[in-house]
């Protein structure tokens, strides 16, 4: 007799409080018939009900809702004959259960990764983040994790809401939104020139791809990783989850990293390596989220693009010359899910059957052939920064004259507040000539920003200046409206 095991016993305790079909198919065809309550005349033959009773091998020779769940993934990847025997079976048979459950297994497929997302416009206001911070403001990211994590808007920095607002306009599925930034990246290292973007357009363009190669380049790998699941959910507008979303039972987190701002749930992997087995989910954080595709958005750090995938990758961030970005739906078939018929997965531009190993799901399994969205972080040694420059130089006159004065700002605002800092903790006047001579720097280099954007003069410097506060930000707002 075989032992029964904790694990065998769990199976059947679940199959009953679900009861999901478990059917012993062993012995000669007409008592096989009449197990499953076959007619007398059926033309299904043995071998056929045995294939797809023994498609989940535990237990062999007995139909279940598992044998069921593989047969429709096969299915999905191009193997139709079990599923074929059990359309067959369905409908000779008088068992509703097999009915149902036959039913119900097909019931759920994933999304498309590229479809996924219906991100709505942003609110600048009302997802502006206000820190609490005196000095370093631009650190605060608590805005991105709602403090009720089942709640898709979050709030992120002035700025950074301004750009995504206007940088991913009219771009509502992900997809759209991770292409915009690869295209605009592209534009600036390939083609070293701007074309079709008018001046607020590009600046947005440049302050989101800025923020981007921050993250990516000028900070070490753990801190860039979760900046980069708190940037994917800006992007779309939504909300970290942090760790809102955990499994009870287990007390691991969850699946899901961030929500986009129509509810679709997103994870973020941001990796050196790049194989089969590099990727990996826990199964217990896809507890309760049956029939709920999960969008893995995977950035992959390269350093050499010429290399084969598996050795293309660094982890060294002043290394990374390209961000390749690979998106995977996941959907878990039942509130439980074990094994690997339990999901299916979706990757360049087909559904597939899961794959777990050691109760994880392997989430790059099925990507080795699949096309990544290439974005530029460096050429050699030409950074971001740099390409910008050369590209808008190549570009329309407004173009070039928004940028040097964009860059020019944000040197001079940069120096000010860091001098500031400095004569604040040390008393060092002059720290504190240079602080002042910062901010007024920063308040000419505003005055031509102004001018440029919004195509009016704007005369004066400093105290003496012809145009009221409020004027500068009417003709700002304007020039956003364009």
Not at 138 to 155: C, E, F, H, K, V
Not at 454 to 474: F, M, N, P, W, Y
């Amino acid at each position: 007799m075989s032992k029964v095991t904790g694990k065998d016993l769990e199976r059947l305790i679940e199959g009953a409080l679900v009861e999901r079909v478990s059917i012993n198919v062993s012995g000669r065809l007409d008592q096989v018939k009449q197990a499953l309550d076959l007619p007398d005349d059926s033309d299904i033959t043995k071998t056929s009900i045995t294939n797809v009773a023994d498609l989940d091998r535990t237990p062999r020779d007995t139909l279940d809702y598992d044998d069921m769940l593989k047969a429709y993934s096969r299915k999905l990847d191009g193997s139709t004959g079990n599923a074929d025997a059990l359309d067959k079976i369905s409908n000779q048979t008088s068992n509703p259960e097999i009915k149902s459950d036959w039913e119900d297994a097909q019931s759920i497929s994933p999304e498309d990764p590229s479809q996924m997302g219906d991100i709505k416009d942003i609110d600048i206001d009302a997802q502006t983040y206000e820190p609490s911070s005196i000095a370093f403001q631009q650190m605060a990211s608590i805005g991105a994790q709602n403090s009720d994590p089942s709640q898709a808007l979050g709030a992120m920095p002035e700025g950074l809401a301004s750009s995504v607002k206007t940088f991913f306009q009219g771009k509502s599925t992900f997809q759209e939104r991770i292409e915009a930034v690869s295209n605009f990246s592209t534009m600036v290292f390939d083609e070293q020139k701007i074309e079709g973007l008018s001046a607020t357009s590009m600046l947005a363009a440049s302050l989101f791809n800025d923020y981007l190669t921050t993250i990516v380049t000028e900070m070490d790998s753990g801190t860039g990783a979760y900046q980069f699941e708190v940037l994917l959910a800006n992007m779309a507008g939504g909300s970290v989850t942090g760790k809102g979303d955990i499994t009870e039972a287990s007390g691991q987190m969850g699946a899901v990293d961030f929500l986009m701002n129509d509810g679709t749930a997103g994870s973020a992997k941001f990796y050196a390596n790049l194989n089969a087995n590099s990727i990996t989910q826990s199964v217990a954080g896809f507890a309760n989220k049956k029939g709920r595709s999960i969008l893995y958005v995977i950035g992959h750090k390269v350093s050499d693009a010429s290399l084969a995938q598996t050795e293309r990758g660094t982890s060294s961030p002043g290394k990374i010359t390209q961000l390749n970005i690979y998106l995977v739906s996941v959907v878990p078939l039942v509130d439980k899910p074990q094994i690997s018929q339990h999901f299916l997965l979706h990757v360049n531009g087909k559904a597939l059957g899961g794959v777990v190993k050691g109760r994880k799901l392997m989430i790059s399994d099925k990507i080795g052939t699949a096309t990544p969205i290439p974005i530029k972080i460096s050429a050699g040694q030409t950074k971001f920064r740099d390409a910008l420059a050369t590209a808008t130089a190549n570009s329309d006159s407004k173009l070039k004259e928004a940028y040097e004065q964009f860059q020019a700002l944000f040197s001079e605002l940069n120096d000010a507040n860091q001098k500031a800092q400095r004569y604040s903790s040390t008393g060092d006047t002059v720290a504190g000539e240079a602080a002042l001579k910062g901010i007024d720097g920063a308040d000419e280099r505003m005055v031509s920003l102004v001018s440029v954007i919004s195509d009016k003069t704007v005369q004066g410097a400093k105290g003496d200046r012809k145009i009221t506060q409020e004027h500068i930000l009417k003709l700002i707002e304007e020039s956003f409206k364009k």
